[in-house]
């Protein structure tokens, strides 16, 4: 079965830092461009950040760009976000999906920016 | 950088049917798109990949009740028979420049 697990989320102080992972299975992971897409509590849904199979092109959203880092471990099956400074804005459940072809979604990861 | 309308809302009785329509912005016309549900609480579902020309690739185990279609800058989603399940709220999305791009989403409710 193809499959995408976040981890990782939690609750975290203005200003603090956390690391999303994804783990797949079911499919070559190595193949595939992968992403973080987040949703803010009863809001839509927002691109985040994009990273190709072999981590030659990455890219960020400008909401995000030099607070996260998006990286890969091929070896691992699994993808990573690495957010900084984070702020209350970044309150979101963050989704790992995979892409091209038919997309396949994960279950997300609540993470809460709070004081 | 195209950019993706949807209405907020829509509404429809049970076992009717019902057209969702995202709008690409001017100059984007032949973009293809994909469509996503999201069930309250859930996360996001694929629907489908429609093209332009009303082509469209369904997901795996995604009902038949669901189909797609074109017309120049617009793209449709319609749900036939409508089930409470149905209830949802709806995503287009497509990629330039920026991998992802997404319209606001319609919540569609089953009356």
């Known amino acids: 079965e193809v499959q995408l697990v976040e981890s990782g989320g939690g609750l975290v102080k203005p200003g603090g830092s956390l690391r999303l992972s994804c783990a797949a299975s079911?499919?070559?992971?190595?193949?595939?461009?992968m992403n973080w897409v987040r949703q803010a509590p009863g809001k839509g849904l927002e691109w985040v950040s994009s990273i190709s199979s072999s981590s030659s092109y990455i890219y960020y959203a400008d909401s995000v760009k030099g607070r996260f880092t998006i990286s890969r471990d091929n070896a691992k099956n699994s993808l990573y976000l690495q957010m900084n400074s984070l702020r209350a804005e970044d309150t979101a459940v963050y989704y790992c999906?995979?892409?091209?072809?038919?997309?396949?979604w994960g279950q997300g990861t609540l993470v809460t920016v709070s004081s | 950088q195209p950019v993706l309308t949807q209405s907020s809302s829509a509404s429809a009785s049970l076992g009717s049917s019902v057209k969702l329509t995202c709008t690409l912005s001017?100059?984007?016309?032949?973009?293809?798109i994909a469509w996503h549900q999201q069930q309250p609480g859930k996360a996001p579902r694929y629907l489908m990949k429609?093209?332009?020309?009303?082509?469209?690739n369904k997901g795996s185990g995604v009902p038949d009740r669901f189909s797609g279609s074109s017309s120049g800058a617009d793209r449709y989603l319609t749900i036939s028979n409508l089930q409470f399940e149905d209830e949802a709220d709806y995503y287009c999305?497509?990629?330039?420049?920026?991998?992802?791009?997404f319209g606001g989403g319609t919540k569609l409710t089953v009356l």
């Open positions: 079911g499919f070559t992971f190595s193949s595939y461009s």
């Open positions: 999305e497509t990629w330039d420049s920026n991998p992802w791009v």
């Open positions: 999906a995979r892409r091209p072809g038919v997309v396949i």
């Open positions: 429609l093209e332009g020309s009303g082509s469209y």
């Open positions: 001017s100059g984007h016309s032949s973009y293809i």
